[in-house]
């Protein structure tokens, strides 16, 4: 089925009823024609079937189930990148068992995606050909522990933007959720509940962006930036790339502010992880609990706040720059404290009691 609106001079269709639109089977095609906008109140895409065109769907209620939504043109048309809209108040769910695939196609999300159900195994999302996923002021929620996939290593994007949330649901499988393109958190709320892993890197880079890791495991590798807004560790672990692996930057998190407890940075030989150093930048790091942080340099007038917590720091892990840590009653086991950064009191600082206001400036020095 082909919509052109060059065949009668309008650039919108509409497709409307209570039954379903199925599109199914090979070589089953739902092709909108260049530049044509079409509005379906109920649409299946399944096992085999295709929707193409560099167009736009607008989706109301849409049921992803299998096969592939691509950009491919009518012969001679020109080529380009169509895009895929679940509008505000529209649901959208991906619920096939088998993979569905976005290709050369943007996805964009005003309204509600589900991915996935509790209690069922379901299929990856194939992302090629530089395609996205843009959930821009939408919902987006991960009921299984499948992969978003980088099916052919070209960067794909998975943006959170404009208030928009990201849920990861915890399932009974207690597996890990892997997302294989590039994360961005530029003014959303992303969830985490249950483990997930970033393995096309993770950045957050918009004041007002909040991303909170429940009790899991968070593997982040090729690239870390936290560069503006909140995040929250609760209860988790979080893992960093090593340095330059891959060609990835040191992991940084800089103008933005940490909170939380669990473990951060630390190396663990069991999962094969091998942690880089993280180095913060003027950074506000406060526990809402005891905290476990490998290789970490506190730099360039990061301050630290203990709230009587105990921070289990690691070597090589330094405080630099200007920097402060604020014992508050708290505990820190290890920091090396260089020339220009303050740890101050009252707390223990490796074993030894700081009085109220005692400062210590520089490795061992008052």
Known sequence: MTLDPERNDTSSYMIRGQGWFIIRGAETYFIVADGATVTADHVALETGGTVRGVSTLEVKNCRWDGGTMNSTSLPGGQPGQGVTVVPLGGTMTISGVTNVTLDNRQLLIHGAVVWGAFGNPFGDILVQNASSIINDGGRFDVWNDATIRNADERQGLFLVQNNGVFQKHITEYLGTTTIGIA???????????????????????????LTVFGFGTYIVSRWFEVNAGTMQLQGGALYFPTAYVNGSPVPNFSNATFQGYGSLGEANAGLGISSGILYTDCAQITLTGNLTMNCVYLTDHTQTHLAGFTLNAYPPSLNEGGSAIYLENGNLTYMQNLAGSTIQGPGLYRGRQLNDGEILTGEGGR
């Not at 994360?183 to 962006?209: E, L, P, R, Y």
């Open 183 to 209: 994360f961005q958190n530029g003014g959303g709320t992303v969830q985490a509940d249950g483990s997930v892993t970033f393995g096309g890197g993770f950045s957050q880079f918009q004041g007002g962006s």
